[in-house]
């Protein structure tokens, strides 16, 4: 157990359908994450947000949305999805420290399938 | 164009011999290196990291090896066990905490008894 808990584990959505991840942190860690792992890809950062306001959007299509409501709680909402966005998404917090190197600790992630 | 890369997709080791998982890096700022472990059906785990500043660090029955010019990292397991087996993440950063972790495809290790 990482202190770190997503919800769904496993999602089936059409193109069409509108869907929601969770992610909570128990760590107490300032900073969240959301990363897609694609089969044979290295984890992509898609959105960081540190202290709730978001610090970084690695040019992710807007179907993609993440909501940040408080330090503790992640969302990526997702609507007209296509096929190839059929992946592991990720989750993952840190306690982010000016001039110091944290660790991610990772949620277990959602296995999103498009159909 | 990627940034850190495990070039050996899979690699399978006799249990009770060395593991010797490799990663190159091409941006000479990172200064910072971890290796992540992760098991099917859940999210990586932290393993070990190293900073520029060091050439090695051990923990237990793993050590990082970093070399800087060579722009190259490894991460050896001695000795192998089977519950070792899972798929190995090389990430880098600049020291600027977390968020710029670039990470690589990954190595899926598979320990035989």
């Known amino acids: 157990e990482t202190g770190v808990t997503q919800t769904p584990r496993h999602l089936v959505m059409g193109m069409t359908n509108k869907k929601s991840l969770k992610c909570e942190q128990h760590l107490g860690h300032n900073a969240m994450y959301w990363y897609k792992q694609s089969a044979k890809k290295p984890l992509e950062l898609m959105f960081v947000?540190?202290?709730?306001?978001?610090?970084e959007n690695n040019s992710v299509p807007s179907r993609f949305s993440p909501e940040c409501p408080n330090s503790s709680h992640l969302f990526l909402h997702l609507h007209t999805l296509q096929p190839e966005d059929s992946a592991l998404y990720l989750c993952?917090?840190?306690?982010?420290?000016?001039?110091?190197?944290?660790?991610?600790?990772f949620g277990s992630g959602t296995q999103l399938s498009v159909l | 164009d990627q940034q850190v890369k495990q070039n050996s997709p899979s690699l399978s080791v006799q249990e009770g011999r060395i593991s010797i998982l490799n990663c190159d890096y091409t941006n000479s700022m990172f200064d910072y290196f971890l290796w992540y472990k992760k098991y099917p059906a859940e999210g990586p785990t932290f393993l070990i990291s190293?900073?520029?500043?060091?050439d090695k660090n051990e923990d237990g029955r793993f050590t990082v090896f970093l070399n800087k010019s060579a722009k190259h990292l490894s991460l050896h397991i001695v000795p192998s066990q089977p519950g070792d087996s899972a798929v190995y993440f090389c990430a880098a950063s600049k020291i600027q905490g977390a968020q710029k972790l670039v990470f690589g495809q990954g190595t899926r290790l598979t320990i035989n008894p």
């Open positions: 190293i900073s520029s500043i060091k």
């Open positions: 993952a917090s840190s306690q982010d420290r000016s001039g110091s190197s944290e660790k991610l600790f």
């Open positions: 947000y540190s202290l709730e306001e978001r610090v």
